[in-house]
């Protein structure tokens, strides 16, 4: 049977459905019209490249989805992290201008560095300090552990940013007159505490010490494990080459100074 216009029932059934497809695939193009401003407050994938508007509204080319998820922190160059168990890691380099100290891993754990007296790292005496030096780049973070009693004057312990004799900046758990926490740069001539002993004092044996770089500027802190972190202060130090490290000082009345380490943690790399 055939209606008035000559078209089938089958014709129209077959139209019936194609319109209803249709509607559906418009359905479907408002939902996913709406879809980017969800995801565009709440991004935890941004799919914003990947359903626009205007790209719906016009045409239907399939386009690459891209996924940004959160950003992998960047490297500090081949700087890396030691925690000294077993064995001290290969990327080190052993810095020892007097010939006389001594380092080994213990079995405990920790690094284990010896020094007799006459070894310092000032323009005022020498620059024979044993030190461990790794390269480093860009900004970063470098955390200490170290177990040191000091007591005589002057011994000391701690992070070492190094450049050359005339560029360098410590931070140490020492014995300057007092037990406390010392904060030195050297920076072309001039050289000195960049805040006083005084102000940091300290008998703790066991102490983290930290530096911060952001560019020209580091940040020292430290605190007894567990506790809060105190500020010590800012340098502002251009280094056009850096190193970063430990070191031990012994310019005291006292045959030997040694100083256990237990790790040398580097993060937050930019």
């Known amino acids: 049977m055939k209606t008035n216009k000559g078209w089938s029932k089958a014709h129209i059934w077959s139209i019936i459905v194609a319109i209803s497809v249709i509607l559906g695939i418009i359905g479907s193009c408002i ?27 016009t045409d239907r ?3 690459q989805v891209q996924l940004t998820a959160s950003p992998i922190p960047k490297s500090c160059d081949s700087a890396f992290s030691d925690e000294f168990n077993g064995s001290v890691q290969s990327g080190w380099s052993w810095i020892d201008p007097g010939g006389n100290a001594t380092h080994d891993v213990t079995t405990q754990g920790s690094l284990h560095i010896s020094t007799p007296t006459n070894n ?16 480093i780049s860009g900004n970063f973070t ?17 992070i070492l940013i190094w450049q050359s004799n005339s560029k360098f900046i ?4 020492s014995f300057s007159g007092i037990n406390s926490i010392v ?19 300290t008998t703790a044996i066991r102490v983290e010490l930290r530096i911060q770089r952001n560019g020209d500027v580091f940040t020292a802190s ?7 972190w105190q500020i010590d202060g800012n340098a502002n130090v251009h280094f056009d080459n850096i190193m970063v490290g430990l070191d031990l000082l012994d310019n005291g ?6 100083a256990y380490y237990d790790y040398f943690r580097v993060s937050s790399c930019n």
């Open 31 to 57: 939902t996913i019209y709406e879809f980017p401003y969800f995801i565009r407050n709440n991004p935890v994938f941004d799919f914003t490249q990947f359903f626009t508007p205007s790209r719906l509204g």
């Open 61 to 63: 080319t399939p386009i």
């Open 120 to 135: 310092d790292l000032s323009p005022y005496t020498n620059y024979n300090a044993p030190r461990l030096l790794q390269p």
């Open 142 to 158: 470098v955390v200490l552990l170290v177990e040191f009693s000091p007591s005589y004057f002057y011994q000391g312990a701690g």
């Open 170 to 173: 410590r931070l140490e758990r």
């Open 183 to 201: 904060f030195q740069k050297e920076d072309n001539g001039s050289f000195g505490d960049i805040t006083p002993p005084t102000q940091h004092p």
């Open 222 to 228: 430290w605190r007894e494990p567990n506790q809060e």
């Open 253 to 258: 009345n006292v045959p030997q100074t040694q």
